[in-house]
């Protein structure tokens, strides 16, 4: 195992003389063991307990409320059930009096009632309330929808495995779609694992988490081949800890700016964002984690070195010397 760069390893690779470099790969095969269990113990909840699908998946009732008054979803709810609908979940949208109510396909009330049944049910006492629009969501529109989400994951995995391999190499390519499956899996297992629901905006935040995911492994990334092509006498450990190293502190300021963001919308973003955040907060740990202890790690388990940053140059034909 590798020890910490000593001041006078940083003189030698260019380093200032107070500036330590962190040994991130001392703990890479815990973090690996790690890895493996956190990937595995989702995709058992995933397969056995199953995702708790949204209505956007499974199909249901869509309705936006406009109120006269400010109004609680409580409230609304409450009304909605006394009226014989089953399992409503009502959400604000922008504002107190304006909302959205989801809820199940309800066998007993006809289409072309709907509107009508709804409107009556959600009126409450001094608080006069109008239908905008309702939608009916069928179960195999649902089904269909569920599928090209997954598609839509999928394609996004291998573009990326595309871009990072033309941008960089194939072996810092491989783990970085290694750790953005990794995320992916890991956020969706959670879900599985507490039951929380998932539906549209929970995928955005998937798709989200990707993307910032991905950023973070191509800042590690370019690091990395900067300094195998400047720095000379370094072993490729010592190159990706001083790498990893030198891009610590934008990894901390940008996952703690994202932090921010979330928890905001957590505690003020109301229930129409709830899922939304606890998705990316979850996402936000687990990507910074695997861009270091997963992509590069990987990488150099793939046997990365400075020959993999070298553009080979073809050698020019040799003239055939003339006979005079």
């Known amino acids: 195992m590798m020890t910490d760069v000593t001041q006078q390893d940083s003189k030698k690779y260019g380093r200032p003389d107070d500036e330590r470099v962190i040994d991130f790969m001392k703990i890479a095969l815990p973090a690996a063991i790690l890895s493996i269990i956190l990937t595995i113990g989702s995709l058992f909840f995933i397969f056995t307990k199953g995702l708790n699908l949204g209505l956007d998946f499974t199909g249901g009732i869509s309705a936006e409320l406009n109120y006269s008054k400010p109004v ?23 504002s107190d009096r304006d909302l959205i109510v989801r809820m199940p396909v309800q066998e007993d009330t006809a289409a072309e009632d709907l509107t009508k049944t709804i409107t009556q049910a959600v009126q409450l006492p001094g608080n006069s309330a109008s ?26 995995l291998l573009l990326m495995l595309v871009y990072v391999t033309i941008r960089f190499e194939f072996k810092l390519a491989m783990g970085a779609v290694l750790s953005l499956f990794h995320d992916v899996v890991v956020t969706i297992g959670i879900f599985a694992m507490m ?130």
């Open 72 to 94: 609680k979803s409580a409230d609304v709810s409450a009304a909605l059930t006394k009226a014989g609908f089953h399992d409503p979940v009502v959400q604000t949208i922008g």
């Open 131 to 156: 239908v905008n629009k309702v939608d009916v969501v069928g179960g195999q529109v649902g089904n269909e929808l569920y599928i090209r989400s997954a598609g839509a994951v999928a394609l996004a």
């Open 195 to 324: 039951q929380w629901p998932f539906d549209l905006t929970v995928l955005a935040a998937i798709l989200a988490l990707i993307g910032f995911s991905l950023n973070d492994n191509i800042v590690v990334s370019d690091r990395i081949r900067e300094n195998f092509r400047k720095i000379r006498g370094a072993s490729p450990l010592e190159i990706v800890n001083i790498a990893l190293t030198e891009t610590l502190r934008r990894t901390i300021h940008t996952s703690m700016t994202l932090l921010l963001v979330v928890i905001s919308m957590m505690i003020l973003g109301g229930d129409g964002l709830k899922w939304f955040s606890v998705a990316m907060f979850v996402g936000v740990f687990v990507g910074t984690y695997s861009s270091i202890y997963i992509g590069t790690a990987f990488a150099l388990w793939r046997g990365l070195n400075r020959q993999d940053f070298i553009v080979q140059v073809k050698p020019e034909f040799e003239e055939e010397n003339e006979i005079p």
